[in-house]
């Protein structure tokens, strides 16, 4: 497994393989789990050649989130990496990314996709993923990149962006991966203590029996936030951040519930900030 930690040593490794050779490109911000693994594992199977990119993102966070406090542990994720398989890594410091300066001079700007849900309450933070995404796109040139449903906006988001900027990449969409309990895979859950991590059960089981009531017919849109704030009345250390039913192609919020819809969610458990979502197609 290679290690790449510079541009120039990507790129010059990049332009060493042949033109048979399928690559398929997992980007994280690394302290991987399982749910990242699935995404290397469906690479593997679908491609001849699997770059994960590992870069925790200056510009997608916000000024009052947890750009220092994120966790990172690059022994155990390339350890982690190369018992999965993977061709090799790349790790570049966000000097060398951002090598023109910091902030960049230009960015792209996610529209409408971008304004709601976590856009909405994390301003900025989608432009941010979409800059450094098509910049390290233009340096790993993969045949196909593949991203976690757990994160639905940003899926969508990309999904559009590689459409309409035209990059010659398939994009596909791998399944949310949980503990057994339930709770969604994420790197963030390293911040919960014990008790923290049992409240956070709550996350799944919201957009559980917001989905029942959608299946069964019993559910109305108007009524929303008083069945989040019913489902949590319980947990004193637990506030929503937001609970959203939307319409999977624009990720709008629904009036009539038909077709492939999400329900969304970020909670606060204490401090930290989780999300989570559930797809449903309804007839
Ligand atoms: P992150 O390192 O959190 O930026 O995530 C990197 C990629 O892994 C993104 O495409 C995420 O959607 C995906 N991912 C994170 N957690 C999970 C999970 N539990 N199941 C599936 N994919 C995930």
Redesign the pocket.
């Known amino acids: 497994m290679q290690i790449f930690t510079t541009i120039n040593e990507l790129q010059n490794w990049r332009k060493s393989l042949d033109h048979t050779t399928v690559v398929g490109f997992?980007?994280?911000?690394?302290y991987l789990?399982d749910?990242?693994i699935?995404?290397i594992n469906q690479a593997k199977k679908s491609t001849s050649t699997v770059v994960v990119s590992i870069f925790v993102n200056p510009l997608q966070f916000g000024a009052n989130e947890d750009l220092s406090a994120y966790p990172r542990d690059f022994q155990r994720d390339s350890e982690l990496c190369l018992n999965a398989g993977v061709d090799a890594i790349f790790a570049p410091t966000a000097k060398e990314i951002y090598s023109n300066g910091y902030p960049p001079k230009c960015t792209i700007n996610v529209a409408e996709l971008g304004k709601n849900l976590c856009g909405a309450k994390r301003i900025g933070h989608f432009d941010g993923v979409c800059t450094v995404v098509a910049k390290i796109f233009n340096l790993v040139f993969p045949h196909k990149a593949f991203?976690?449903?757990?994160?639905i906006q940003?899926?969508r988001i990309i999904e559009t962006m590689t459409a309409e900027l035209n990059f010659p990449i398939e994009i596909i969409g791998?399944?949310?991966?949980?503990s057994k309990e339930g709770l969604?895979?994420?790197?963030r859950n390293s911040y919960l203590s014990p008790v923290e991590k049992a409240d956070a059960l709550i996350v799944p089981k919201l957009l559980d029996y917001i989905s029942n009531l959608i299946i069964n017919n019993q559910f109305n849109p108007e009524n929303l936030t008083n069945y989040a704030i019913e489902f949590l009345r319980h947990l004193p250390n637990v506030k929503l951040d937001y609970l959203e039913v939307v319409d999977y192609k624009n990720l709008q919020p629904i009036k009539n519930i038909t077709g492939k819809i999400v329900i969304a969610t970020a909670v606060f458990i204490g401090k930290t900030r989780l999300i989570d979502n559930i797809i449903l197609s309804i007839n």
């Open positions: 997992v980007p994280t911000m690394g789990h749910g990242h699935s995404l991203f976690g449903r757990k994160d940003q899926l791998c399944d949310i991966v949980r969604a895979l994420s790197s």
